[in-house]
């Protein structure tokens, strides 16, 4: 008997107001599906990958969520959390995100990166990665 503890990545949760629609989005932008949703919540995973199998991103609704403002302001809904997804063209993948409903934001702070904003207001970044996208140990294509 092994009574090791382990812990494993199962998820990064999002709140929304509308999980089937950020679902879609996030689906979109990755080439990603949708197993599973309802009214209150929604998951995406890579594609082809067997029931059950994790990590996922998933949504659930939130009817109280105010999107955050980014950059932060004092006194405005700070965000808690953003996804970086690595990218191997930086500008053909903001094109594609804009085109699955993302914003780019107004302010940017480098060449290396793009700061979006998905659907639901939550900010998140494309970033030029091309090594680490290349790698053979780079998981969740």
């Not at 949504?59 to 105010?66: D, G, L, S, T």
């Not at 403002?69 to 004092?74: G, H, L, N, S």
């Amino acid at each position: 008997m092994n009574n090791e503890l382990k812990i494993k990545m199962y998820s990064f949760t999002m709140d929304c107001i509308d999980p089937y629609k950020l679902a879609k989005f996030y689906a979109d932008l990755l080439k990603w599906e949708i197993p599973f949703y309802d009214e209150d919540y929604a998951c995406i995973c890579p594609p082809k990958i067997s029931q059950g199998a994790y990590p996922r991103i998933t949504f659930q609704r939130n009817p109280e969520y105010v999107p955050p403002v980014w950059p932060e302001k004092p006194e405005a809904q700070q965000q808690m959390a953003h996804l970086d997804f690595a990218v191997n063209n930086l500008e053909e993948a903001v094109q594609y995100a804009i085109q699955c409903g993302a914003t780019m934001a107004g302010e940017q702070f480098s060449d290396g990166w793009r700061v979006m904003i998905d659907p639901a207001g939550h900010p998140f970044c494309l970033c030029q990665m091309k090594p680490i996208f290349d790698s053979p140990h780079f998981a969740l294509l």
